[in-house]
């Protein structure tokens, strides 16, 4: 089966409400985050059977247990030891869709 580009662009703007280019970031540049981005990649991974056994959610978005931490946040922010999260583009999740298997993205 043939993977074009512009069906998954659309996908994914189905499931996130905005316009994806290549280099739209995921989760910076879209309009989701925590257990919403992890369904994202879930429901990716089923429709485009992709193998997402190397991706680590952790890494690229935040998840809800985060979010209902106020103290940790606070403190984190005072500090200024934040947790960075990775990002990829809207290409390289088109890549990994095409390959069938999730790679990190090299910056």
Same mark, same amino acid.
């Given at each position: 089966?043939?993977?074009?580009?512009?069906?998954?662009?659309?996908?994914?703007?189905?499931?996130? !409400?905005?316009?994806? +280019?290549?280099?739209?970031?995921? /989760?910076?540049?879209? $309009?989701?985050?925590?257990?919403?981005?992890?369904?994202?990649?879930?429901?990716?991974?089923?429709?485009? &059977?992709?193998?997402? $056994?190397?991706?680590?959610?952790?890494?690229?978005? /935040?998840?809800?247990?985060?979010?209902?931490? /106020?103290?940790? !946040?606070? &403190?984190?922010?005072? $500090? !200024?030891?934040?947790?960075?999260?990775?990002? /990829?583009?809207?290409?390289?999740?088109?890549?990994?869709? +095409?390959?069938?298997?999730? $790679?990190?993205?090299?910056?």
């Amino acid at each position: 089966m043939e993977i074009i580009k512009e069906e998954v662009y659309a996908y994914l703007k189905l499931m996130t !409400g905005d316009e994806i +280019k290549d280099d739209t970031l995921f /989760f910076d540049g879209v $309009s989701i985050d925590g257990l919403d981005a992890e369904q994202m990649m879930i429901q990716i991974a089923e429709k485009y &059977s992709v193998d997402l $056994s190397e991706y680590d959610p952790a890494n690229y978005h /935040f998840n809800e247990a985060e979010i209902t931490n /106020f103290l940790l !946040g606070i &403190s984190q922010a005072i $500090s !200024g030891k934040s947790k960075k999260y990775a990002s /990829f583009t809207a290409l390289h999740l088109y890549n990994v869709v +095409k390959a069938g298997k999730w $790679s990190s993205p090299t910056n």
